[in-house]
């Protein structure tokens, strides 16, 4: 359940960005997580969700952009989606592959409601 | 609306504090091991055995990783080199930070070889860095072939697999080829050695292995 140590995290990192928007409400917060940076979205989800309760990110949601696992093949030179934990090419079968993506676990951007702690 | 482009890694705290804990350790000379695996597997086992081999030819620390008591830190410490236990109080796996707290209670000058026993879970310590230079990973003959299968980051991001308790073979339909297979499939670069905590079978080559990757540090 290392879920927990990441929603702190994006916690964190929201927070940081938000510092100089004048107490904005965060309506948003979209994530990119890769197949395989062995993350559960429905309990990152769930985690965030419970640590916001009676924050001031509170109603603020997360958006995950799943990335999947793309390896390029240093035999053939094809890129091919690989099935979860096997590292072979889907096209000849070879095991000298490099991952292009699907390790990815970054907050991507955050977007405000702007209607919220802008004076008017 | 709008929008504040952020672009940041998640975890780069975490990295950040790693990458720190690395250059400390590459500056001392010390070679520094994250060692995984689910519960039962035999960590501790194998580092008691690795320390007695170790023995007057290297000096070796430990910082054991649990969720609740110091057992394994005393276990360590009876055999008269210095282990700091980090208890997690819950938390499933180790992260840079903790280990960067423990690191002060160590002299590293003195130190050629330090193993980090990472909490028994063979997922999320996966996703941690430490700042250690190699991670082994130990899979026991009672766990089953398919743990690489199941478990495939802990077992790609790893330099050596340990099998162990080979000892218990004889009893159980395990099929050692399979295991193999499936962690090469996961992972063709991993170095994989036998062991027995039991025999003591596969322990000098373990520790060979470790003391031809001491100097790679510094």
């Keep these: 359940m290392h879920e927990m140590s990441v929603a702190q995290n994006i916690i964190e990192i929201v927070k940081e960005s938000i510092v100089h928007e004048g107490g904005a409400k965060v309506r948003t917060v979209r994530l990119k997580v890769g197949e395989f940076a062995g993350i559960v979205p429905e309990s990152l989800e769930f985690c965030f969700n419970s ?7 509170q109603g603020a949601s997360l958006s995950i952009d799943y990335i999947p696992l793309l390896a390029r093949c240093n035999t053939c030179n094809t890129l091919s989606r690989l099935e979860y934990g096997f590292f ?18 970054q907050v991507v951007d955050i977007e405000l409601a702007d209607d919220m702690g802008i004076p008017s | 609306m709008s929008v504040i482009t952020i672009e940041r890694k998640l975890l780069e705290k975490n990295d950040e504090i790693a990458r720190r804990n690395r250059d400390l350790l590459a500056q001392h000379g010390v070679f520094a091991i994250n060692l ?7 960590k501790t086992s194998l580092l008691e055995l690795t320390i007695e081999q170790m023995k007057g030819r290297l000096a070796m620390g430990v910082i054991e990783g649990d969720v609740q008591t110091d057992l394994d830190a005393a276990r360590i410490a009876a055999h008269d080199i210095p282990a700091v236990q980090i208890v997690t109080r819950g938390g499933c796996h180790l992260e840079a930070h903790l280990i960067e707290e423990a690191l002060r209670s160590f002299d590293l000058a003195t130190l050629d070889l330090l193993v980090i026993e990472n909490v028994g879970n ?3 310590p996966a996703s941690f860095d430490l700042g250690e230079a190699v991670k082994v990973v130990i899979s026991s003959v009672t766990e089953g072939e398919d743990k690489p299968l199941k478990y495939p980051a802990v077992f790609r991001n790893a330099s050596a697999m340990i099998i162990n308790k080979i000892d218990l073979l004889p009893h159980l339909r ?9 962690a090469l499939s996961v992972n063709p670069a991993l170095t994989i050695f036998e062991t027995s905590c039991i025999t003591r079978e596969g322990i000098a080559p373990w520790c060979d292995w470790i003391r031809s990757h001491l100097g790679s540090v510094r």
């Design chain 2, 122 to 124: 063979l997922v999320c």
């Design chain 2, 174 to 182: 395990f099929d050692l080829a399979v295991l193999r297979e499936n």
């Design chain 1, 51 to 57: 640590l916001i309760d009676g924050t001031s990110l």
């Design chain 2, 36 to 42: 995984l695996s689910s519960p039962g597997a035999g």
């Design chain 1, 88 to 105: 072979v090419c889907r096209t000849c079968g070879s095991r000298d592959i490099r991952m292009v993506s699907g390790t990815e676990l």
